[in-house]
């Protein structure tokens, strides 16, 4: 893999890392796949008790890779729903994880960024790190991640920032329910190895099943869930207003609405 990469150790813990930090670890489609793929590995590994999803570079995630997204105008429909839905696809696969997932989020994560944070059973992130949902700013929508953003944050706390572009801190990120926990740089290993150690110390196959019980206990995101976001971003993508805000991005002048 060039953008992935999957460490594991003695313990049983694995780690998917990702690896584009000279883009921020923006969302390409290989990387996806790529991520995908890294998951559905892990997800069918017996000997891992437990994953880390972290990132490289200042950055945990500045969301879905402009480039890949500015390719999808040239697209027919049914072509770019396949497209854009890979995001969609990668999410499933790491919320399918039998393992718990611990999310390390040393930097800033924005659009699917946050939905890669949705997707973890428990988050750490660094005091300094900013989020927002910044779709809504070029036209577009929280779609492909709005499920497991809802999910994770509830739908009174998402309200607070899926619609307005807002950006926000550590310490709001845990009030809203996006982040368990928050760490200074220096303490942000230990941090989340805090979360790690006590797994290791129960049955792998009753972590598992206690996993698979909660979900159902609290519902779980459904299929037809995603498969609904992924439509409102297909018809979303048809509209004046996507095709001018994406436009402005890469001309680096303001969105008429701005």
Not at 22 to 31: G, I, T
Not at 75 to 92: K, W
């Amino acid at each position: 893999m060039e953008f992935i990469e999957v460490r594991r150790d003695g313990r049983g813990v694995a780690e998917i890392r990702l690896c584009r930090a000279d883009k921020h670890n923006a969302l390409s489609a290989q990387m996806m796949t790529e991520l995908e793929a890294a998951a559905r590995g892990l997800a069918a590994e017996d000997a891992v008790r437990v994953v880390v999803l972290s990132a490289e570079g200042r950055s945990f995630c500045a969301g879905g890779d402009l480039a890949w997204m500015r390719e999808q105008f040239d697209m027919d429909r049914a072509t770019r729903r396949v497209e854009s839905a890979r995001i969609a696809t990668a999410l499933g696969a790491l919320y399918a994880l039998p393992q718990p997932l611990i999310g390390r989020v040393q930097g800033n994560a924005f659009g699917g960024g946050l939905g890669l944070i949705s997707v973890c059973d428990v988050a750490v992130a660094v005091d300094i790190a900013k989020f927002g949902l910044t779709e809504v700013k070029l036209g577009l929508i929280p779609a492909n991640i709005g499920p497991y953003v809802v999910h994770r944050m509830g739908a009174r706390n998402a309200q607070e920032v899926f619609m307005n572009a807002r950006l926000f801190g550590a310490d709001e990120a845990v009030r809203l329910g996006l982040v368990n926990r928050v760490a200074g740089a220096d303490a942000l290993d230990e941090a989340v190895e805090a979360e790690v150690t006590p797994y290791l110390s129960c049955a792998p196959g009753a972590v598992r099943d206690a996993k698979a019980l909660l979900r159902r206990l609290a519902g779980e995101v459904a299929p037809e869930a995603v498969e609904g976001a992924v439509d409102a971003l297909a018809e979303r993508w048809e509209t004046t207003e996507a095709r001018t805000g994406i436009a402005a991005f890469f001309d680096k002048r303001p969105a008429p609405w701005a």
